[in-house]
C-alpha cells in the first residue's frame, strides 16, 4: 500500500473514492468526476499510469484534489490500510464505486485463499463497503454503487463456501456470473442494513464495453481482442454511470439495479433474502481471518 505524494489534500475532505481507475471505465469515469469538481481518490496498481492520470488530469482541472492509492485488492489486508487511513484522516466518503473487477479466464487464488475472481469483484467490495461503514467513514446520503454486470443472471449461488476447488468446476463464465451474483445479493443486503444510516447502496451493468477486461490473462489474453471488437464505448458507459450517481443522490434511491442507465429487475435470485444470508456469511467466514490478523 502506498499513497500519491499529495495524499494530504484529501484529509478531511468529503470524497468520491473509486477503485480501478487506471483503465476501461473507471479510467473514462475519472473525468466526469472531475469536471464535477469532485474530490477524488482512486486505487491503482500501476503507479507511473497513476501519476499520469493525475497530472493530466490536473493539467485540465488545476484546483482538482485527486490522489491514489496503490492496492492490490484481492489482499484484504491492503484494503484494511486503505479505509483505515480514510478513518484516521477524517476523510468522508460521499460515493464509493467498487468498479475493479476481473474475468477469471485462470485458475488464480489471493493472498487469504480465496479464488481470484470471487475475491476481487466480491470479497473487496464486501470488505471496502463495511469497513468504511464501521469506521463511520461514510456521510449522510452516501452512496455505494457496485459495477455489477448483466452476466449476474446467470448465477445461481448455489455454492456452499466459495472455495477455489468449488469453484473451479464452474465455466469460467458462470464463475465469473456467481461472483456478480453474489455482489448483487450484497448490493440488495446492505441496502437494508444502512437504511436507517441514509446510506444509499447500489448497483450498475455498464453494458458489454471495449475494455481491458479479459486482459491479464497471459496468452488467452487474446480474448479481449473480441471484446473491444464488439463492446460499446467505455466513455458512453461512464457518462451512463456518471448520471446514474447523480440520479441516485437526486432521487435517494437505493436497492436498485440499473442497467445501460436505467433501472431494470434483476434476477430473481438476487432478491433472494435467504441467498442475500447465505453469502452474507460465508463472505464473513472470508474475512474474518485477515481483518483479525491486521
Ligand atoms: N467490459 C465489460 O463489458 C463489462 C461488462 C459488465 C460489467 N463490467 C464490469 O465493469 C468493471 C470495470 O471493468 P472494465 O471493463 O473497465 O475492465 P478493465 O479495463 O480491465 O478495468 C478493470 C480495472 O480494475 C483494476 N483491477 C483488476 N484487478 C485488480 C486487482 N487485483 N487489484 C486492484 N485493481 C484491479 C484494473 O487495474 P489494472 O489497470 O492495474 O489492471 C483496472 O483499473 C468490472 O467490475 C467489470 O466486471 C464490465
Known amino acids: 500500500m502506498k499513497f500519491s505524494n499529495n495524499i494530504e489534500i484529501l484529509s478531511s475532505q468529503n470524497i468520491t473514492l473509486i477503485t480501478g481507475a487506471t483503465s476501461g471505465i473507471g479510467f473514462e469515469m475519472l473525468e466526469y468526476l472531475a469536471k464535477d469538481n469532485q474530490n477524488i481518490l482512486f486505487t491503482a496498481r ?5 501519476i499520469k492520470i493525475i497530472n493530466d488530469l490536473i493539467s485540465v482541472y488545476p484546483s482538482l484534489r485527486i490522489s491514489y492509492a496503490l492496492c492490490e485488492l484481492s489482499d484484504q489486508i ?8 480514510i478513518n484516521c484522516k477524517l476523510i468522508k466518503v460521499k460515493n464509493l464505486i467498487n468498479n475493479a473487477g476481473i474475468f477469471p ?18 470479497i473487496a467490495p464486501f470488505l471496502i463497503a463495511t469497513q468504511l461503514y464501521k469506521d463511520n467513514s461514510f ?37 465469473y456470473s456467481e461472483t456478480k451474483l453474489a455482489n448483487l445479493c450484497l448490493t440488495y443486503k446492505l441496502s437494508k442494513l444502512y437504511i436507517n444510516d441514509d446510506i444509499l447502496v447500489n448497483a ?9 477486461l479479459l486482459s491479464n490473462n497471459g496468452w488467452l489474453s487474446f480474448l479481449n481482442w473480441g471484446l473491444k471488437l464488439v463492446g ?31 433501472i431494470v429487475k434483476s434476477s430473481d435470485y438476487s432478491y433472494d433474502i435467504n441467498l442475500q444470508d ?17
Open 46 to 50: 500501476n503507479e507511473t499510469k497513476a
Open 78 to 85: 491492503e484494503i484494511l490500510k486503505l479505509t483505515n487511513y
Open 105 to 122: 479466464v485462470k485458475n488464480r487464488i489471493s493472498k487469504q485463499g480465496i479464488e481470484l475472481s470471487f475475491a476481487i469483484n466480491h
Open 139 to 175: 456521510d449522510k446520503y452516501s452512496l455505494i454503487l457496485n459495477i455489477n454486470s448483466s452476466a449476474h443472471y446467470r448465477g445461481r449461488g448455489d455454492l456452499e463456501n466459495y472455495d477455489p476447488q468449488e469453484t473451479y468446476n464452474y465455466s469460467k463464465m458462470q464463475r
Open 204 to 212: 450498475a451493468h455498464p453494458g458489454i464495453v471495449a475494455t481491458n
Open 232 to 262: 460499446r464505448n467505455a466513455n458512453k458507459s461512464a457518462k451512463e454511470l456518471f448520471e446514474v450517481i447523480q440520479k441516485c443522490h437526486t432521487d435517494k434511491l437505493s436497492g436498485v439495479f440499473f442497467s445501460e442507465g436505467d
Open 278 to 294: 447465505k453469502i452474507w456469511n460465508i463472505s464473513i467466514g472470508l474475512i474474518n481471518a485477515s481483518t483479525m490478523e491486521f
